[in-house]
């Protein structure tokens, strides 16, 4: 079974980079059927989606956070990683990092979020 | 972008009772894009329902998803105490690549 983990600062000041990592464990990240992504919730708030990454290295993000994220891969380790820049106390969230299946079957294609790491919460503030 | 809508934004039902968590989309929506998420505090969300009606594995017969186009909803036949949490929906855009959740239903004990 598929086991992703979070890892990085739990605090963040203004305006810096929040850099997170998602380690994946029991699975390749370089499978052809997954993409990996990066989900955030505010406390007591909803889910929004930030980005995804294949494991050829092309990322689709959120148009709303599109210009502060790099979502990256590292096959070598089994990992991608988050940045995003010029954070704000709106930043401060609990972030997940997910995979996403993605396959063709019974003449559609599926998608959904099938493994989510634990989720890591970060603070900004100075 | 699509927007997602649920109603109710809580659900008040005793454990035994049906709950029935409505899905709306601001346009319509591929089915099989469509899926169903519980989430308990402090917990990651829990894959219930893909492809709008495909139970995951692992997930009880009491879970059932329906709908298409632009309403869907998830089904609870009989609620047992474990079941008590906040669910979303979530659909993909593919024209856009984009995800986006519904602000949940929070299903608590009556």
């Known amino acids: 079974q598929v086991q992703l983990q979070e890892s990085g600062p739990g605090l963040v000041k203004p305006s810096q980079t929040l850099s997170l990592t998602c380690t994946v464990s029991?699975?390749?990240?370089?499978?052809?059927?997954?993409?990996w992504s990066w989900i955030r919730q505010p406390a007591g708030k909803g889910l929004e989606w930030i980005g995804r990454?294949?494991?050829?290295?092309?990322?689709n993000y959120n148009p709303s956070l599109k210009s502060r994220v790099t979502i990256s891969v590292d096959t070598s380790k089994n990992q991608f990683s988050l940045k995003l820049s010029s954070v704000t106390a709106a930043d401060t969230a609990v972030y997940y990092c997910?995979?996403?299946?993605?396959?063709?079957?019974?003449?559609?294609?599926?998608?959904?979020?099938?493994?989510w790491g634990q989720g890591t919460l970060v603070t900004v503030s100075s | 972008e699509i927007v997602l809508t649920q109603s109710p934004g809580t659900l008040s039902l005793s454990p035994g009772e049906r709950a029935t968590l409505s899905c709306r989309a601001s346009?319509?929506?591929?089915?099989?894009?469509l899926a169903w998420y519980q989430q308990k505090p402090g917990q990651a969300p829990r894959l219930l329902i893909y492809?709008?009606?495909s139970r995951a594995t692992g997930i009880p017969d009491r879970f059932s998803g329906s709908g298409s186009g632009t309403d869907f909803t998830l089904t609870i036949s009989r609620l047992e105490p474990e079941d008590f949490a906040v669910y979303y929906c979530?659909?993909?855009?593919?024209?856009?690549?984009?995800?986006?959740f519904g602000p949940g239903t929070k299903v608590d004990i009556k």
């Open positions: 990454i294949y494991t050829s290295g092309s990322t």
């Open positions: 997910a995979l996403q299946k993605y396959y063709y079957g019974s003449g559609s294609y599926y998608t959904y979020f099938d493994y």
């Open positions: 492809g709008a009606s």
């Open positions: 029991g699975g390749s990240i370089s499978s052809g059927s997954y993409y």
């Open positions: 979530q659909q993909y855009g593919s024209s856009r690549s984009l995800f986006t």
């Open positions: 346009q319509s929506v591929s089915s099989s894009y």
